[in-house]
């Protein structure tokens, strides 16, 4: 039986986060403005198959497919929203299922901290990221999402909410996680429609 554990839609990808996407993926980039389907689903293997029908249905360009075993995730994106929409809803009538039996998301951390230190900030920009770099003073957001997948919802919505420097968003694994940096009344307001996105999300 093939689990649905992620089922997003993305409207309008916001330029950071389609940056960011463009150094992680290994298929098609995406470019801002464009819309955006992500999916997970367990087994890894079983992405295959749903990725064949999604691509088949639609005209949409495959951005990421990751298999793990546990776990398989892919993202789809067009310029066209139609498309998107119908290669999420091809890949929901394989499965024979709705969108409202995806996994609900679960916030597993978030925690906002203030004016970095200068250590703390170099620390961070020298470990594995493919974001932008956080700098001393500035604050920090940090959100942890299951599935993984959710994360990047969350990107999206906290970067049309507020001017903030996206530092990280691995959408892959057991467990998503964001970071976000930028001034403290920006930061706030980031968290707050980051977590909110999330949160409103249907799912059993």
């Given at each position: 039986m093939i689990k649905l554990r992620t089922y997003v839609f993305i409207d309008s990808l916001q330029p950071q986060l389609a940056a960011y996407m463009g150094t992680v993926s290994q298929g098609f980039l995406?470019?801002?403005?464009?819309?955006?389907?992500?999916?997970?689903?367990?087994?890894?293997?079983?992405?295959?198959?749903?990725?064949?029908?999604?691509?088949?249905?639609?005209?949409?360009?495959?951005?990421?497919?990751?298999?793990?075993?546990?776990?398989g995730s892919m993202v789809?994106?067009?310029?066209?929203?139609?498309?998107?929409?119908?290669?999420?809803l091809s890949v929901l009538r394989a499965l024979g299922t709705t969108e409202e039996s995806r996994q609900k998301c679960r916030i597993a951390w978030s925690e906002i901290?203030?004016?970095?230190?200068?250590?703390?900030?170099?620390?961070?920009n020298r470990q594995d990221r493919?974001?932008?770099?956080?700098?001393?003073?500035?604050?920090m957001f940090f959100l942890e999402t299951e599935p993984a997948g959710y994360i990047v919802y969350a990107a999206n919505e906290?970067?049309?909410?507020?001017?903030i420097t996206l530092v990280d968003a691995?959408?892959?694994?057991a467990f998503g996680?964001?970071?976000?940096?930028?001034?403290?009344?920006?930061?706030?307001?980031?968290?707050?429609?980051a977590i909110n996105a999330v949160r409103n999300l249907s799912g059993i």
């Open positions: 995406p470019v801002p403005g464009d819309a955006c389907m992500w999916l997970e689903v367990a087994p890894g293997m079983s992405v295959h198959r749903l990725t064949d029908v999604a691509l088949k249905a639609t005209r949409v360009h495959l951005g990421q497919q990751v298999v793990e075993r546990a776990f789809f994106h067009h310029r066209d929203q139609s498309d998107v929409i119908e290669a999420g901290v203030r004016a970095v230190t200068p250590d703390h900030a170099v620390l961070i493919k974001g932008s770099m956080i700098l001393p003073g500035q604050s906290a970067e049309k909410a507020a001017n691995r959408a892959v694994g996680r964001l970071t976000l940096a930028g001034k403290e009344a920006d930061i706030d307001a980031a968290a707050h429609a």
